[in-house]
């Protein structure tokens, strides 16, 4: 691949994450935001009555321009990150077509950087979790986030190396477990977290990471769709008709 080529799919790459982030933003909007809310509310009504901090930036900001900020910030620059691999793996992971080759990348990526470290530290509202140990708790879900990647691309390179031997259905299925049980002695192993007040409403810490996770899916969903449509357009386009007078003149 030419890098006139990669150029061209890094920009469409940061085009479809922008237009990805808008999508996220409708549900956060819509569905996450509320959440927010709702938590901040408790945390107020638990707070010492003494206790005021200065709101250096107003909460109607931050639902707002500065919820889209972050969001479509983040959507261009995972964008042109996804684009990136996506050029890589195109050709490497089986005969897809681009449009495929984008979804399928999309949902391992949704997988392996979101869904497995969510699974083991989900996210929590604001109100949940101890301020002294917020450094530990980044650490371990990145710790978390980084393993996942790498069990991932090690699974794709043991189901490639079994492919001859075993074809592909097997090997995939091999890949898979050998993943699934990777993960699994992770999650036995890494520390468990959970740091939710006793009297915190269950049925908003649920709605909460039912919304984050909507977001994640919405996003990294979207991606693929949109991506995966200008990376067929650009590595597959349509051929044209021949002209009348070039055409070759068909046998009676």
Not at 71 to 87: D, P, R, S, T
Not at 148 to 164: N, W
Request: overall charge positive; hydrophobic content about 50%; aromatic content about 10%.
């Amino acid at each position: 691949m030419n890098s006139a080529t990669v150029r061209n799919l890094l920009v469409r790459g940061m085009l479809a994450g922008l237009g990805a982030g808008l999508l996220a933003l409708v549900v956060a909007y819509l569905l996450g935001e509320p959440s927010v809310d709702s938590a901040i509310g408790y945390e107020e009504a638990h707070a010492p009555a003494h206790h005021h901090e200065v709101e250096l930036v107003s909460r109607s900001m931050q639902s707002t321009a500065g919820l889209a900020t972050g969001i479509l910030l983040y959507g261009v620059a995972f964008g042109g990150i996804a684009a990136l691999a996506y050029c890589f793996a195109l050709g490497r992971v089986g005969r897809f077509t681009p449009r495929a080759t984008a979804l399928l990348l999309s949902g391992t990526a949704l997988l392996a950087v979101y869904v497995v470290p969510f699974l083991k530290y989900p996210a929590n509202p604001p109100s949940v979790g101890d301020p002294g140990t917020i450094s530990k708790r980044t650490t371990l879900y990145f710790l978390m986030m980084l393993l996942s990647v790498l069990l991932a691309v090690a699974a794709v390179i043991i189901g490639k190396r079994l492919a001859p031997r075993l074809g592909t259905w097997y090997a995939t299925v091999a890949a898979v477990a050998c993943f699934v049980l990777a993960i699994g002695l992770a999650y036995a192993f890494l520390p468990v977290v959970n740091e939710v007040p006793q009297d915190f409403p269950a049925a908003l810490l649920w709605r909460f990471r039912t919304s984050a996770l909507a977001i994640q899916l919405t996003l990294w969903t979207g991606f693929g769709l949109i991506f995966g449509e200008l990376a067929q357009r650009q590595l597959a386009p349509r051929t044209g008709s021949v002209p009348s007078g070039n055409a070759t003149p068909v046998p009676h």
